[in-house]
């Protein structure tokens, strides 16, 4: 066992006579202090990995706050997804202009019509949200 883990280590299976005495001299130096730079370690991460669930915690509740106040935006999101996904619906270039860049997203005019998308890219598809909110204002 001891020379396997010494050959393991690189040292070569011819010398295990000298290895015993300083695997068993170390062992126990390595448990003694193994336990607090763990301890120490998972404190030192503990605060920012609070921040970081905490963070997390929050987007999920927005997240889940916004299908529940909207759950038909939901509804044609996720069945325009499935619809790329399986190869039923496939992405186009952007309907407004031809030199856009950027991801590619598909805008509904209407949600009860799910697959009834307009491919726009980024940009184009923030401007026509904006459009769309000022016209449910004004009428």
Not at 46 to 67: C, G, H, L, Y
Not at 120 to 134: E, N, Q, T
Request: net charge positive.
């Amino acid at each position: 066992m001891v020379v396997r883990s010494a050959f393991v280590r690189g040292l070569g299976a011819g010398v295990g006579a000298n290895v015993v005495p300083w695997v068993e001299q170390n062992r126990a130096c390595a448990h003694e202090s193994a336990p607090e730079t763990a301890r120490e370690f998972k404190r030192a991460l503990q605060p920012a990995d609070r921040a970081r669930r905490a963070a997390s915690d929050r987007q999920i509740a927005t997240a889940n706050a916004a299908i529940q106040r909207h759950p038909e935006r939901h509804r044609a999101r996720v069945a325009v997804k499935n619809a790329v996904h399986r190869g039923r619906l496939v992405k186009g270039p952007c309907t407004v202009g031809v030199d856009c860049l950027g991801r590619i997203e598909g805008h509904h005019v209407d949600y009860t019509k799910p697959l009834e998308v307009q491919w726009l890219c980024k940009r184009h598809h923030i401007a026509a949200d904006r459009a769309l909110r000022v016209q449910a204002v004004a009428s």
